[in-house]
């Protein structure tokens, strides 16, 4: 890319990252140090703001880099990263949304351990919240890296490098002095960021194609070299049982996973009441719907136009593919319009990371401080204390986020959020489930519940090709792939449920009746809730 285009995606970046800093430091210096401020904001938010704001949290660098990417290198297989993650709302709509607002306090945890013993089951759910963040992260700060080494011709690998490093110190101290109330201003300025992007984008292509949908799709299915095959499924998942298997394993943890995302549920303890949680979720429908609509649009736009081999040629994973549509619908990428508008998209798909990895980061130290660590003092830690851990939390959880960013250049961010999906579906969405609605379920059964999931699809997606075993792998020049399938959901999410019913009616504890009974009534009625 050109020296113009560099200097003004910097000098946005740049805008973006001092707006922020702004909104951080303002609210630090409001802030009441509770746990209740820094975890949910002080509940103070509309159902408007929080649906803006989950929205943000929602529409990641997966859904602005990747699933367009994936759209123009393989066509229709691409489209069911869009239709998963939007479908995958409903489920949280009617199953979760406003049950957990009523029953939890300011994790999943909280939800479960409820009616059960608390220190076991608070360790678990910690363990796994930490985990699916933590692999949430990564594709963010793969997304960084991406981003950055287009902007620097590819050439620039300590660049790159730097950049992650440079965003994973901007979450900490986003989470570390700002907490919710910052992370969530955050993200309504990137949503709104992010739809009028995405909207300009969007209105380009279709004027480059008359409005003709249909034409726009000839284009890229003639651009692609696959011809009609582009439009029908199989190009990615249709290579024999194994792809189709893989196909779908990845469609059953995008539809179930959101309802396990740590950072999601977080989200519906920042307003005041249950109905304004499920509101919240309606608003955010509405703009996710929306989004990925125009993620289709975009998608089959830079197979259109850029081409993907071209896509290719600049990120394998095709995490690039948005930057270049843009540069091309400015006028080129040598010229005035063509650098304005990448500048622009890419100080949005920046700004993205920069508020995702923020809401991720906080969820997951609010694990490690209101569930493991109050758990490990065999008490509920003081407040302040508490609120100390998690900002400590949120330097060890970037670290960590930092280095596996750094190892997984190379995959597409789109791909490795299908991961966190399905380890939470398959380690969080049992056990909150049958919390909610199992009158029988035991503490055992919960443990099992999370670790039954949990130890499952690590341990699959450790001996997977994502891994080793092939040239696209983590470590391509190693080879202990044992099991076939790129996403474990298929196999990992029974294995969670299974695990649950067998925990439950293995245990010589009964379940507390009066807890239930306590819980549904709190969960259907907001009565006694927080």
């Known amino acids: 890319m050109t020296t113009e285009h560099q200097t003004l995606a910097l000098i946005l970046f740049s805008l973006f990252i001092a707006v922020t800093l702004g909104i951080t430091t303002w609210v630090s210096r409001n802030r009441h140090g509770s746990a209740e401020e820094f975890y949910a904001g002080g509940r103070l938010f509309s159902p408007m703001e929080n649906g803006f704001a989950i929205a943000g949290d ?91 080494g287009l902007l620097l011709g590819n050439s620039g690998t300590v660049a790159r490098t730097l950049t992650v490093v440079g965003v994973g110190a901007l979450m900490v101290v986003y989470v570390s002095f700002g907490g ?35 034409q726009l799709l000839t284009s890229a299915a003639d651009r692609s070299g696959h011809g009609r095959a582009f439009l029908g499924p199989g190009l ?35 307003v005041p009441t249950a109905r304004s949680a499920r509101r919240s979720v309606v608003w955010a429908i509405a703009l996710i719907g929306g989004f990925y609509l125009m993620t289709i649009v975009l998608g089959f736009g830079a197979a259109a136009l850029v081409g993907p081999d071209e ?10 593919a948005v930057p270049l549509l843009a540069a091309f619908l400015g006028g080129g ?55 100390a851990v998690a900002r400590g939390a949120a330097v060890g959880i970037g670290a960590v986020a930092i280095a596996l960013g750094l190892l997984a250049q190379d995959l597409n961010v789109a791909f490795l959020v299908g991961l966190a999906f399905a380890v939470a579906a398959s380690a969080n969405l049992p056990v909150l489930l049958y919390s909610l609605f199992w009158r029988g379920f035991t503490t055992r059964g919960a443990v099992w519940s999370v670790y039954g999931g949990l130890i499952p699809s690590v341990l699959l997606v450790l001996v997977s090709p994502v891994v080793s075993g092939s040239a696209e792998s983590l470590f391509p020049g190693a080879d202990f792939q044992y099991f076939p399938l790129q996403n474990p959901g298929i196999v990992s999410i029974p294995l969670g449920f299974l695990a649950g019913w067998l925990g439950t009616v293995t245990s010589g504890e009964e379940a507390d009746e009066a807890k239930h009974a306590e819980t549904e009534v709190r969960s259907l009625t907001g009565a006694g809730a927080v």
């Open 180 to 214: 919710m109330r910052a992370t969530t201003w955050i993200q309504i300025v990137k949503a709104v960021l992010l739809m009028g992007g995405a909207i300009t984008l969007t209105v380009l292509v279709l004027l480059r194609f008359h409005g003709n949908f249909d």
């Open 311 to 320: 896509v290719r040629a600049s990120n394998a994973s095709g995490n690039t």
């Open 58 to 148: 929602y529409m990641s660098a997966a859904s602005f880099l990747g699933i367009s990417g994936l759209i123009a290198l393989f066509g229709y297989d691409g489209l069911l990263y869009s239709v998963g993650f939007l479908v995958a709302w409903l489920v949280v709509l009617f199953l979760v949304a406003e049950l957990v607002r009523n029953c939890g306090r300011f994790t999943l945890a909280d939800v479960v351990a409820a009616r059960m013993s608390e220190r076991p089951v608070r360790i678990a759910a910690g363990t796994s919240s930490v985990v699916v963040s933590v692999l949430y992260l990564i594709a963010q700060m793969v997304g960084a890296g991406s981003l950055v």
């Open 333 to 387: 990428a040598d010229t005035t319009g063509g650098a304005v508008l990448f500048a622009f998209v890419a100080a949005i798909a920046f700004a993205t990371i920069l508020a995702v990895v923020a809401g991720i980061t906080l969820a997951s130290s609010a694990s490690v401080a209101h569930d493991l660590y109050a758990s490990l003092k065999r008490r509920h830690a003081r407040q302040r204390s508490e609120v």
């Open 236 to 270: 990615k998942y249709g290579g024999g049982w194994t792809a189709r298997i893989d196909f779908m394993s990845l469609g059953l943890a995008l539809v179930l996973g959101t309802a396990g995302l740590p950072h999601i549920l977080s989200r519906f303890y920042t």
